[in-house]
Structure formats: C-alpha cells, structure tokens
C-alpha cells in the first residue's frame, strides 16, 4: 500500500490550521489522518497540530493487538481529553478544537474514524463514494430533506460543525468500515478542499488525472485556482 499527501494555507488565510499524518506500517497497512483546528489566533494550529501528534502516538502506544476501532478510538478520545483540557484552562486556547478523519487501511479493508466535516472518499473506476457523514449544521439539513447537496455546498452556514474533537470532555466519534480491493483509492481531505473541488473532479484526478504521487498537488492547484479560502489538505491512500 501506499500513501502521499499535502496540505497548504491556501490563497487567503495567514495560518495553516490544518494537519495531516501518514504511515505505512512494517505489516504494509496505512495509518493516515487529516485535522481542520479552529480557534482564535494559533489555537486552531495547536489544536489540530496536537491531535495528530497524541492521536498517532497513543495508537502506536497501544500495540497491534485488539479490535481496530477500538484502538482508534482510544488514541482520538486521549487527544481529545488534551484539547479539552488546554481549551478549558490556557485562555489562549479557550474555544479551541478540530475535526479529525483517521484511517487504518488494511488489503481487505479500511477503519475510518471521523468528528466534524474533514472526509473521506473511496475512490475507484466505478466511482467515487463519500464513506463518512459531515457532523455539520447543513449537513442535518440535507437528511431532514430541508437542502439539497447542490444547495449545501453554497450556503452561507457551511462551515458550522455540530462536533469537534476537544469541544466536549467525551469524544462521541464516529466510525465505518470500508471494504478495498485491489486497485482502490482513499481520499482523506479537509473542507478546505471538499467546498472547491467536486467530486467527479477528485475522481478524474485520482483515476485519470496523471501520477498517483502528483494527484494532491492536482488537488490543490484546483483549489487554489479558485481562491481556495480556506486551509487545503488532502491525504491519498492506495490498496
């Protein structure tokens, strides 16, 4: 298996709050993960920055015994209660937290881990299928019928997440299960990726667009192309 990745403060904001993570594994699996920190001035960077640092360690930490979404979610809620504690008690971190998306991609099969609206797609030549859901206001909107997807994308409160990793003293993450064959692509991203770049154009750029190792910076120069707004990150994984 393989991995790349990039990520970019993109063409307006002054930081980068967003941070990613990738392994490939002595048994050949894949860890990887993408955080999007928010908060007032560094705190998003340090939010994110240490979930992924404490995410990957406490993973690590915990040997490779033991169901796998168990593992994950042990590593997410110990740098979950860190967040917490350093937005509770350092005022320049008050309010801080991030999304995390996390994958253990095996031959048979993929761990996906998620809080808040980073994603992650499964990418193949049949298409493109988007495994986790947004904890997001318009996402809950889109279910109850009240959006469209095609609405969704535009509208003005898009960007108002439901859940984030540090935001409450118990992590209430989801996870999936994502079956792989040969051949298939994970694409682990931030939003600020995901609002830009549709996904027949993520699936173009994965399957058509050129070099596996180029495809991120694709990515990214799509993004940026259109003023890219946010923070861009985008984490590729094949089987």
């Given at each position: ?26 048994d ?7 955080c ?40 997410a809620s ?12 350092e ?33 193949n ?6 495994v ?38 118990v ?19 931030s ?49």
């Amino acid at each position: 298996m393989q991995v790349w990745g990039i990520t970019s403060r993109g063409a307006v904001r002054q930081q980068n709050q967003d941070t990613y993570a990738a392994k490939v594994l002595e048994d050949g699996r894949v860890i990887a993960l993408v955080c999007d920190g928010m908060g007032g001035a560094r705190a998003g960077n340090v939010a994110s920055t240490m979930a992924a640092e404490l995410f990957m360690e406490e993973f690590f930490k915990a040997g490779p015994d033991g169901p796998v979404e168990e593992r994950m979610g042990h590593a997410a809620s110990v740098a979950n209660q860190a967040v917490f504690y350093r937005s509770v008690h350092e005022e320049e971190c008050a309010g801080m937290g991030t999304t995390i998306v996390a994958v253990l991609a095996g031959e048979r099969e993929a761990v996906i881990l998620n809080e808040g609206d980073s994603r992650c797609y499964h990418i193949n030549s049949e298409g493109i299928v988007l495994v986790t859901r947004d904890h997001s206001l318009v996402e809950d909107l889109v279910e109850r019928g009240e959006l469209t997807r095609d609405q969704a994308r535009t509208h003005p409160h898009k960007n108002l997440i439901t859940r984030a990793l540090g935001a409450e003293p118990v992590l209430m993450a989801d996870c999936f299960r994502q079956p792989l064959n040969e051949g298939d692509y994970l694409l682990l991203c931030s939003d600020g990726l995901s609002n830009v770049v549709n996904e027949q154009e993520m699936l173009y750029e994965v399957i058509h667009g050129g070099s596996e190792e180029g495809c991120c910076q694709r990515l990214l120069d799509i993004a940026l192309s259109r003023g890219a707004p946010d923070n861009v990150t985008a984490v590729l994984v094949k089987r």
